[in-house]
């Protein structure tokens, strides 16, 4: 496969920025630039919830999301995770699918993030929805 898109320096060093300094519940909102076809910080989201989240996602457009979420374990342990999510809502234009799907492993990747979810529904994107995805890795 093609490499279409560039994951900029940058935006690798301002994420590892941002995983040590163990932030919770902080989201970092990427997307792709089509000019470009450069991945671009889009926003940070402090103190936010999935909730939060999925409300300032795009109904026409992907987003990976970068979360630092504060889990508390079946047996009471804390912890925060990060994870990597893919936004990539249904009945986009197969153009724009192909150019984040052939991102998403490069991003995911280059930013060291071993839990990945897939979501299509900004609607479904909530608190539970991750938890009941993090009890796998309890």
Same mark, same amino acid.
């Given at each position: 496969?093609?490499?279409?898109?560039?994951?900029?320096? !940058? @935006?690798?060093?301002?994420?590892?920025?941002?995983?040590?300094?163990?932030?919770? #519940?902080?989201?970092?909102?990427?997307?792709? #630039?089509?000019?470009?076809?450069?991945?671009?910080?889009? !926003?940070?989201?402090? #103190?936010?919830?999935?909730?939060? @989240?999925?409300?300032?996602?795009?109904?026409?457009?992907? *987003?990976?999301?970068?979360?630092?979420?504060?889990?508390?374990?079946?047996?009471? *342990?804390?912890?925060?995770?990060?994870?990597? @999510?893919?936004?990539?809502? *249904?009945?986009?234009?197969?153009?724009? #699918? %192909?150019?984040?799907?052939?991102?998403?492993?490069?991003?995911?990747?280059?930013?060291?993030? %071993?839990?990945?979810?897939? @979501?299509? !529904?900004? !609607?479904? %994107?909530?608190?539970?929805?991750?938890?009941?995805?993090?009890?796998?890795?309890?």
């Amino acid at each position: 496969m093609a490499d279409t898109t560039d994951v900029p320096q !940058e @935006i690798i060093d301002d994420f590892k920025k941002f995983k040590s300094s163990n932030k919770q #519940n902080t989201a970092i909102i990427f997307k792709v #630039n089509k000019d470009t076809l450069s991945v671009e910080q889009e !926003e940070t989201l402090d #103190n936010v919830t999935m909730e939060e @989240i999925a409300e300032y996602m795009p109904e026409i457009s992907p *987003r990976f999301i970068a979360y630092s979420y504060k889990h508390t374990h079946a047996d009471g *342990r804390m912890s925060l995770p990060l994870v990597f @999510i893919y936004y990539c809502p *249904r009945d986009i234009s197969p153009v724009l #699918n %192909m150019l984040y799907s052939s991102t998403k492993t490069k991003l995911q990747t280059k930013l060291q993030i %071993m839990k990945t979810f897939d @979501i299509q !529904e900004s !609607e479904a %994107m909530t608190t539970q929805w991750l938890k009941d995805k993090l009890k796998f890795f309890d």
